[in-house]
C-alpha cells in the first residue's frame, strides 16, 4: 500500500483508540471554529478571549491534570491535542500551554488546596485565565537573575518589579509570579506567588508591534506594591526548581506542537506544488521540488516519531528533562526548516496570509526562542552527555 501522505511512517497507528479519538475531536474543532478565523486574528494581532470556553469545553484546559475538573487524560494525548492545535498556529497552542502547562500546572504542583479549589475549577472551564510571570527584561536564559522582589510586611508580602514577554498577560484573571525573597523575611530564595490580576498595584500592559505569534497576546506585567496575604505563596517550593518544574511541563507540548506547524507547512506545499503549472506542468513534477517535499516529509515523520517516544516515556514516568530538551530543540528546528522549505514551494503566494505557511514561519521563530532557546537545550543535552554544565 502507498503510504498515506499525511502520515508517512503510520506514526498514528500506534495510537490507542481513546487517543485517536481525542486527536479526532480536537483536529475537527480547530478546522471548524479556529482555523476559519486565524488569518484575522493573526493580521489584527489579537486573540479574543471567548475561545477559552470551546477549548475549555473540549477539556483541553489542564487537559493531562488530575481532579479539580481537569480532563486527567494520558500525556500523549495531551501532545496530540498540542499538534492538532498547531497545526492551526503556534498561538493557539501556546495559549493552551500557558493556561494549561505553566499557570494551572504551577497551582496544581505547588499551591495549597485552597489555591486549587479557587482557581483551578474555573481554569478547566476557560471562565477564568491564567499565565505564568517568570521572563524579566533582563533576566531571559539566566531567571536565577531576576530583580522582581518579595518582601514581608507584618503577615503580608508586598511584591516590586516587572515581568516581560508574558503569554496572555492582559487576558489572565491570576498569574504566578516568580519572585526572590527578602532573605530576611526566613524564606530566601525563589519563590511562587499565586496573584489576582485586579490585586491594587499590578498592571499589564501589550506588547505591541510584533511580528510573530501575532494570534496571541504578549505583556509586561508591572508589580507596584502588591500586598498579598501570607497564604499566596506556594508553600513548598524554593529556587528554581518551581518553574523549571512547569517549563518542562510546557516544553513537553511545544516539542508535539511543532510537529503540527511543519505537518500544516508541508500538506500546504504538497498540495500547491500539484496545484501549481509552470512551463506546461505542475511544480510537483520537478525533480528539484520532489526533493523539496521528500525531505520535507522525511523531518515532519522524524519529528512525529521524536514526539510519539517522548510521550511514551512521560506516560511512563520516566522522561528526563533532557530528553524534553531533546524533543524541543530538534523538532523546533525541524519545523523551521520544513516551513522555510514549503515556503519556497510557495513561491510568491508564500509570503501571505491566504496560505498558513509564512505565519507558522514567522510564528516558529518565537517557538525556537521560548521556553529555553534552541541554545540553552543543547547545552542541557550536553550537560546530561558529559556531566559538565556549560551555561555559565
Ligand atoms: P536572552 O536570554 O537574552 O538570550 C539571547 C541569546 O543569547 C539567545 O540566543 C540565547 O540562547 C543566548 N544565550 C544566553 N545565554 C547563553 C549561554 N549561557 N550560552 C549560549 N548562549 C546563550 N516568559 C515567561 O516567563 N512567560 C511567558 O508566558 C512567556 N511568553 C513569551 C512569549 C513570547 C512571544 C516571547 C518572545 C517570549 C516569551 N517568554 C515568556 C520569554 C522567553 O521565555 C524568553 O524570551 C527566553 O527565555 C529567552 O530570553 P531572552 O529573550 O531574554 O533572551
Known amino acids: 500500500m502507498v503510504p498515506d501522505p499525511s502520515d ?6 500506534e495510537l490507542t483508540a481513546e487517543e485517536r479519538d481525542i486527536r479526532d475531536a480536537v483536529r475537527d474543532y480547530a478546522a471548524a471554529e479556529l482555523a476559519p478565523r486565524i488569518a ?25 491534570l488530575e481532579g479539580y475538573g481537569c480532563a486527567g487524560t494520558n500525556a500523549t494525548s495531551y501532545g496530540l ?41 474555573r481554569m478547566a472551564t476557560g471562565e477564568a485565565l491564567g499565565c505564568f510571570g517568570l521572563t524579566e527584561a533582563d533576566a531571559g536564559s539566566d531567571p536565577g537573575s531576576m530583580r522582581t522582589r518579595a518582601r514581608r510586611d507584618g503577615d503580608d508580602w508586598v511584591l516590586d518589579g516587572s515581568k516581560m514577554w508574558i503569554t496572555n498577560g492582559t487576558l489572565a484573571d491570576v498569574a504566578v509570579v516568580w519572585a526572590q525573597t527578602d532573605p530576611d523575611a526566613g524564606s530566601s530564595g525563589i519563590r511562587g506567588f499565586v496573584v489576582p490580576t485586579d490585586s491594587p498595584g499590578f498592571t499589564a500592559n501589550e506588547v505591541k508591534h510584533k511580528l510573530s ?52 507547512c508541508y500538506e500546504a506545499a504538497l498540495s500547491y506544488a500539484l496545484d501549481r503549472e509552470q512551463f506546461g506542468k505542475p511544480i510537483a513534477g520537478f525533480q528539484l521540488t520532489q526533493r523539496k517535499l521528500a525531505e520535507m516529509v522525511v523531518a515532519v515523520n522524524q519529528a512525529s516519531l521524536t514526539a510519539a517516544r517522548i510521550g511514551r516515556l512521560k506516560d511512563a514516568h520516566e522522561l528526563h528533562p533532557a530528553q524534553v530538551s531533546f524533543g524541543k530543540m530538534a523538532n523546533v528546528h525541524a519545523a ?13 503566494n508564500g509570503i501571505t496570509l491566504e496560505y498558513p505557511v509564512f505565519r507558522h514561519m514567522t510564528n516558529l521563530e518565537t517557538v525556537l526562542t521560548y521556553e529555553g532557546t534552541e541554545e540553552m537545550h543543547a547545552l542541557s543535552i550536553g550537560q546530561a552527555l558529559t556531566g559538565l554544565a556549560a551555561f555559565r
Open 40 to 64: 484575522e486574528w493573526y493580521e489584527s494581532n489579537t486573540l479574543p478571549r471567548d475561545i477559552a470556553k470551546g477549548l475549555g469545553s473540549l477539556g483541553l484546559l489542564g487537559m493531562h
Open 336 to 348: 523551521l526548516d520544513v516551513a522555510r522549505t514549503a515556503r519556497t514551494v510557495l513561491g510568491g
Open 213 to 264: 505569534l501575532r494570534a496571541s497576546l504578549t505583556a509586561e506585567l508591572v508589580l507596584e506594591g502588591v500586598r498579598l496575604p501570607a497564604d499566596a505563596m506556594f508553600p513548598e517550593v524554593t529556587g528554581l526548581k518551581g518553574p523549571l518544574s512547569c517549563l518542562n511541563e510546557a516544553r513537553y507540548g511545544i516539542l508535539w506542537g511543532a510537529v503540527g506547524a511543519a505537518r500544516s
Open 8 to 13: 508517512f511512517l503510520a506514526v498514528d497507528a
Open 81 to 121: 491535542a498540542c499538534r492538532e492545535l498547531e497545526a492551526v498556529d503556534s498561538g493557539l497552542r501556546s495559549f493552551v500551554s500557558v493556561q494549561g502547562s505553566l499557570a494551572m500546572f504551577a497551582i496544581h504542583r505547588w499551591g495549597t488546596e485552597e489555591h486549587k479549589q479557587t482557581w483551578l475549577p
